[in-house]
């Protein structure tokens, strides 16, 4: 089984689904406890002081809510390998009838597309209680704000008449190296789940910490006031070589993580997975 075979990847996604359907509803219900913390920030004022809820609140509750989607996204990489940490889990692993490749692409979905899916999901649910937690309780401006969330987080984009969003002034390049880093960060936890045994998270997250206070350093020192140069056109092509950086790390650690799950045996090591 040198070659991929779309067969036997199918029934390899069917197997991790039926085997992690219940991890997947766990997954939702905190996303969505997590999205509704934003929704409370907003409705508990409106409640107990009769404060008006208008569309600039509503703005909060998507920009909130996007940021705690940027961050799941992220932090869901380092689960990789979360059904595989005892020797019976990854001989289980180990004997289906799949090869490698199709077994990690598998792992890889469930943890970009399958993560991005479950986040809007969970969002909606959200959304749907606070719009219903609204009605009951008689607070004003009740709409939905799922697809102001959707271009938000996927488009980059705002309704100005619904929210009364003004023009960003951050130059596309920005954004461009702002993705990039997000597309990064996601490679690098997912590199940590599958290297590591142990605190995968904890190790991870401090390595991401101290990586990103040495970039801020590096953009504070070589471009002055960080605010000034994110706003500065001319500096565009510095983001977006910045940002296509990041990409090709990403996509280096996305190798190696594979290359980390192809060695993977039943007996590691008793820190990392080799």
């Known amino acids: 089984m040198d070659s991929f075979n779309i067969k036997r990847f199918a029934m390899t996604a069917r197997w991790m689904a039926r085997m992690h359907f219940k ?20 409705v508990y004022p409106a409640l107990k002081y009769g404060e008006a809820v208008t569309g600039q609140e509503l703005q909060r509750i998507v920009e909130m809510s996007s940021l705690v989607y ?8 380092t689960w990789i390998c979360a059904d ?6 990854r001989t ?7 090869t490698d490749l199709e077994k990690f692409l598998v792992r890889f979905l469930a943890l970009t597309l399958g993560v991005a899916v479950v986040g809007v999901v969970a ?15 008689g607070i004003d401006y009740v709409r939905f704000a799922l697809p102001d969330f959707m271009s938000y987080v996927f488009l980059n984009e705002t309704n100005p008449s619904f929210l009364g969003h003004t023009t960003d002034t951050y130059s596309a390049g920005v954004y461009f190296a702002a993705l990039a880093w997000c597309v990064w960060a996601h490679s690098l936890y997912m590199l940590g789940g599958t290297l590591l045994r142990r605190y995968q998270f904890v190790i991870t997250t401090a390595v991401h910490a101290l990586l990103f206070i040495i970039m801020s350093v590096i953009i504070t020192g070589t471009l002055g006031n960080p605010e000034a140069a994110f706003s500065d056109p001319g500096l565009t092509p510095v983001f977006c070589a910045a940002g296509t950086l990041f990409f090709v790390v990403a996509v280096v650690n996305w190798w190696l993580t594979y290359r980390l799950f192809g060695r993977m045996q039943v007996i590691n090591n008793k820190w990392i997975n080799l």
């Not at 219900?29 to 913390?37: D, E, N, P, S, V």
């Not at 969002?123 to 309780?137: E, G, I, K, Y």
Request: with cysteine.
């Open 92 to 98: 289980q692993v180990r004997l289906l009838p799949a």
């Open 23 to 42: 991890n997947v509803l766990s997954f939702t219900a905190g996303f969505t406890c997590c999205y509704l913390f934003p929704c409370m920030v907003v």
């Open 123 to 137: 969002f909606f649910m959200a959304d749907l209680l606070r719009v219903v937690f609204s009605l009951v309780a």
């Open 84 to 89: 595989m940490k005892t020797k019976e889990q």
């Open 70 to 77: 940027a961050i799941g996204m992220i932090l869901f990489g």
